[in-house]
């Protein structure tokens, strides 16, 4: 069964450093997400991705965060100058139009 | 924007007992999903219901659009049921983001 794959799944990163999150979304899929859930929390949306440009953004995703499709399978996240608040797990997720998202198994983001 | 609420928070069953979870949503949906997420924190993907009912195995799932809620039922509950259960819905719209609610933590003790 296809399935969102996501690397690395555990990522420690000092405060300031850059970190880039990797995603492999189902082939056939045109809609890429990221969510983010810190600990105990509900999951948030992140950003939306389509047709290789933003399609939504939340009020989360300022400018430290970028997303980007770099070539015909992998789909990443890039935190330029990480913060302590971003530690959370973050899901990668992807989808075909007006049909249910699958999720990837999430990246747990340390940042000390 | 629209708003998902989960009832109960919390809920804590026997082996083999029944529950049923509720999400009540704010306003129209093109789509609802309802997710069990694991005690590794991966979020497994149990039903894409924005109306009707589904069954797979022990649960099955009801959305009922025009009262805007949704029902996650577990029969014969067992301990790996244990996790969270989420619900998270599509404002009817062109948007495609997933809003979520906040969960139900359930515990099946053996």
């Known amino acids: 069964e296809p399935e969102v794959t996501q690397t690395p799944s555990h990522q420690v990163t000092q405060m300031g450093q850059e970190v880039i999150l990797r995603c492999v979304p189902i082939?056939?899929?045109?809609?890429f997400y990221w969510y983010r859930q810190i600990l105990g929390q509900k999951v948030e949306f992140l950003v939306s991705?389509?047709?290789?440009?933003?399609?939504?953004k939340s009020e989360i995703f300022d400018d430290q965060f970028s997303v980007e499709r770099p070539d015909g399978s992998n789909f990443t996240l890039k935190i330029r100058s990480t913060k302590l608040e971003d530690s959370a797990m973050y899901f990668c997720?992807?989808?075909?139009?007006?049909?249910?998202?699958?999720f990837g198994q999430g990246t747990r983001l340390t940042v000390v | 924007g629209i708003q998902v609420e989960q009832s109960p928070p919390d809920l804590i069953l026997q082996e083999g007992a029944n529950s049923t979870l509720r999400c009540n949503f704010s306003d129209s949906v093109n789509n609802l999903q309802w997710f069990h997420q694991n005690p590794w924190g991966q979020l497994i993907n149990l039903f894409y219901?924005?109306?009707?009912?589904k069954q797979n195995g022990r649960l099955s799932a009801t959305t009922v659009a025009t009262e805007r809620y949704s029902l996650l039922y577990i029969s014969s509950s067992q301990t790996t049921d244990s996790g969270v259960y989420f619900c998270a819905a599509i404002n009817a719209g062109n948007n495609r983001k997933l809003i979520w609610g906040l969960g139900t933590s359930l515990a099946v003790n053996p």
């Open positions: 082939s056939n899929h045109l809609y």
């Open positions: 991705f389509y047709n290789n440009e933003i399609s939504e």
């Open positions: 219901i924005p109306s009707g009912t």
């Open positions: 997720a992807s989808s075909t139009a007006n049909t249910e998202a699958f």
